[in-house]
C-alpha cells in the first residue's frame, strides 16, 4: 500500500501510527535553501521532510500483512513515486482540506496509474470543517472513490482507512475476475 499526498499532510505521521514495528522514516531537517522551495503556508510547525520514503507494516491478520510505503510530498521528489507504487495494491492520499489545491496533481498520479484510491481526509487538530460531499465536489471526486475522515496520529483510525483501501482493492479484484458468459459459453 503507498500512503501519498502533497507536502505536509501527514505521510509520514500515518505510516507511524499504523505500523506494527517501528517505521523506517528518510526524515531530514529542513535546511534554510529548501525553504525557499517548499510552500510552508499553513504549515508553521514543519520542521522535517522525508527525502525517500517511509516503510512500515501491519498485520490486519494472520495471513493479510500490509507493507505500507510513504511517499515524500515535495515534487522534485516525485520520480521516486514510480518505484515505490510498483506492485502496489492501492493508495491511501491523504488531504488536508486547508490546502486542498495541492492535492489534485497527486489523485492526477494515482488515476493515470490506475491504482484503487481512498481519499484520507486528515482533521488536523481533529477538525473536519466540511462535509464529505463538499470535499468530493472540491476535488471533483466520482463516487467510486472512498473518502474517509482521518487522523494520521491515531492507530485506530489510521488502520480504519487502510482496511477501507484494502476493502476497495479486493473488491476490484473480484469485480476484474468476474467476466460474464456469451451464450455459446466463451468468456467475454
Not at 505536509?8 to 517505521?23: E, L, N, Q, Y
Not at 500483512?65 to 506492485?87: A, H, I
Not at 470535499?135 to 483510525?157: F, H, M, N, T, Y
Amino acid at each position: 500500500m503507498v500512503v501519498a499526498g502533497a507536502f505536509g499532510v501527514g505521510k509520514t505521521t500515518f505510516v507511524g501510527a499504523s505500523s506494527d514495528i517501528t517505521p523506517l522514516t528518510t526524515e531530514e531537517v529542513m535546511t534554510a535553501p529548501s525553504e525557499s522551495v517548499d510552500d510552508l503556508g499553513g504549515l508553521p510547525d514543519k520542521r522535517t521532510t522525508t527525502v525517500a520514503m517511509d516503510f512500515g507494516r501491519l498485520d490486519l491478520d494472520d495471513d493479510l500483512v500490509l507493507y505500507l510505503f510513504g511517499t515524500p510530498g515535495q515534487y522534485r521528489f516525485w520520480f521516486m513515486w514510480d518505484q515505490l507504487v510498483l506492485g502496489a495494491v492501492g493508495a491511501v492520499v491523504l488531504v488536508d482540506t486547508r490546502r486542498l489545491i495541492d492535492s489534485f496533481p497527486v489523485l492526477d498520479y494515482f488515476e493515470r496509474a490506475g491504482l484503487p484510491v481512498v481519499v484520507g481526509v486528515n482533521g488536523f487538530d481533529g477538525q473536519f470543517p466540511y462535509s464529505e460531499a463538499q470535499i468530493r465536489e472540491a476535488l471533483a471526486l466520482g463516487p467510486d472513490k472512498p473518502i474517509v475522515q482521518c487522523d494520521a496520529r491515531d492507530r485506530r483510525s489510521a488502520t480504519r482507512t487502510l482496511v477501507t483501501l484494502v476493502e476497495l482493492a479486493l473488491a476490484g479484484r473480484a469485480t476484474a475476475g468476474t467476466a460474464s458468459a456469451t451464450p455459446d459459453g466463451a468468456r467475454g
